[in-house]
């Protein structure tokens, strides 16, 4: 799977994500900036869900979340679909 499509990451790929080293990983977690990582494949293997990294970030700047991201992806999805209808007919007869 491609780097996109990734949900859980290690602290290699979050630092990466983030612009930072691995190291400063536990000071954002202290500081509230990034949530706890989970230890579900083992006590030296900690996993960040991007999601929760995503919301709590969006949170932090202020910038309201959806709980529920399949609806937001199938409104987009939708207006999407709609625009290109619209664009298709514009097209048709300009």
Known sequence: MGDLLER???PSSLAKRLDTT???LPRYVAEGK?????Y???PKTPRWDI??????????AGISTSK?????????CEENRQYGRR??????TG
């Open 8 to 10: 859980w990451v290690g």
């Open 22 to 24: 691995p190291r400063n």
């Open 34 to 38: 990034i949530p706890q990582p989970s």
């Open 40 to 42: 579900h494949l083992g």
């Open 51 to 60: 999601h929760a990294v995503d919301a709590l970030m969006l949170k932090r």
């Open 68 to 76: 529920d991201m399949d609806a937001t992806v199938a409104k987009i």
């Open 87 to 92: 664009k298709g007919r514009s097209q048709a």
